[in-house]
C-alpha cells in the first residue's frame, strides 16, 4: 500500500497529514527532551551541590540565554548555553514582545533551589537561538512587590520564564517555542508548581505579527556628503573629532553621542585613503524621538560639507533637495508614531531588544 492509499484510508488530505506528522515529531522531541532533563537533573545531584558563586554567575538574567545573536540581514535578536551570563543588563520581561511563563508556588522558594534546577539546563541542548529572560516576585512581606532577576538567598512566589518572540533574525519557530515550553513544563513539575502557560499557536501568531511590524519599521536613514576633492584621511579625522565625533572600536567609522547615548554613525572608511565621501547612518527605532536624530545628524553633514568642501547627496549622487528633506521628515513622524502605537516607542529598552 503507498503513502497516497493510506492517506485515503484514514480519509486524510495532504495538509492534514502534514500537520499529524508535525505534531507527531514535536512530541517525540518533547519526550526525548524530557528525559534528557531528568537525566541531567539526576547527573547534576550525584555530582553535588554547586558553590554559591557559581550558582550566582550562573543566573539567567538577560544574556546569550537561548541565546543572543547580533544579527540578521534584514530588519539583528549564538549558541545556546542556558543559563550563561555575561554582564547584567537593565531589561525585563516585556509581554509585548515576549511569550512568558508563570510558575506560582504555594509556599515560598528558595533562589538557590530554582537556580540549581535551571541550572541543569546546560546539561540538555536546546535548539532555540531566541533570547530568554527569568525573574522572580520576592515572597518577603517586605521586599518591594516587583520582579527581580533570581538571588540564591531570596525566597520567590511565583517565577516568570519569558523567550523573545521576534528579532531582527525574524519570528521564533514552532520548534524553538515548543522546546522553551516543555522546559518550563519540566521546572514546574520538578519544582511543584503550578503553571500558567500561552498556548503555542497563539504565541506563534504573535511572534508573526511582531516580526512584521518589526520588519516595517526596521528603517536606517542615509546621509551622504561627498567632496568635491578627496580629503587627507588626517584632515578628516580632525575634522570629524572637531565635530563631536568619536572614532569607534575598529578604527574605520565615526559615532556621535548625546548624553552618552549613540545617536548616529558613520559608514566605515579605508583610515589609510583619502576620504571621497561620508555617510552618516541613523537606526531609526533605536533612538528616541526627543532627540530629534535626522535633524541633528542632517545639520552635522552640513557642517561636515560646509567645511571640507562638499555636498549633501541621495544614494544616487543627485543633490539632496529641500522636497525630499521634508518627505523624509513626513516619514518618520508616520514611523515614530506607528512605533507608539506598537507600545514599541523608539529608543526604548523594548525597541532596543527588538530590534538589536
Partial sequence: MDLEQFMT??????????LAVIGLLILISVAILNLKYARARRKAKAAGEYSADDRFTKEPSF??????AEDRAE????????????????????????????LRFDEGISGKEILEEINTWNE????????????????????????????????????????????????????????????????????????????????LDSAKELDSMAAESDIQLS???????????????ALMRKRGFRLSRNGRAYEFYSNGALIFTSAEIDPNAPVKQVT??????LVS????AFERMLGEGIEIAQAAHGRLVDDNGINLTEAAVISIRQH?????????????????????????
Fill in 63 to 68: 544574556g546569550p540565554g537561548f541565546a543572543e
Fill in 223 to 237: 546621509i551622504n556628503v561627498l567632496f568635491d576633492e578627496a580629503t587627507p584621511g588626517a584632515n578628516f579625522d
Fill in 332 to 356: 518618520l513622524d508616520v514611523l515614530y508614531a506607528n512605533l507608539e502605537k506598537s507600545g514599541v516607542s523608539a529608543g526604548s529598552s523594548t525597541a532596543s531588544r527588538l530590534f538589536s
Fill in 289 to 292: 524621538h526627543e532627540e530629534r
Fill in 124 to 203: 540538555v541542548p536546546a535548539t532555540s537561538t531566541a533570547r530568554w529572560m527569568c525573574e522572580g516576585l520576592n515572597a518577603d512581606v517586605d521586599a518591594a512587590e516587583d520582579w527581580e532577576a533570581l538571588r540564591p538567598e531570596a525566597s520567590y512566589s511565583e517565577l516568570q520564564l519569558a523567550i523573545q518572540l521576534a528579532s531582527r533574525r525574524g519570528p521564533i519557530g514552532v520548534l524553538e517555542l515548543s522546546d522553551f515550553c516543555s522546559r518550563a513544563q519540566a521546572l514546574a513539575e520538578t519544582l511543584g508548581s503550578q503553571i500558567d502557560m500561552p498556548s503555542v499557536s497563539a504565541m
Fill in 280 to 285: 552618516l547612518l541613523l537606526e531609526v527605532p
Fill in 75 to 102: 530588519p539583528s535578536f549564538g549558541e545556546i548555553n542556558l543559563p550563561a551570563v555575561s554582564a547584567p543588563e537593565s531589561f525585563s520581561i516585556d509581554p509585548r514582545i515576549d511569550c512568558v511563563i508563570t
Fill in 9 to 18: 484510508m484514514l480519509g486524510l488530505s495532504d495538509l492534514q497529514f502534514a
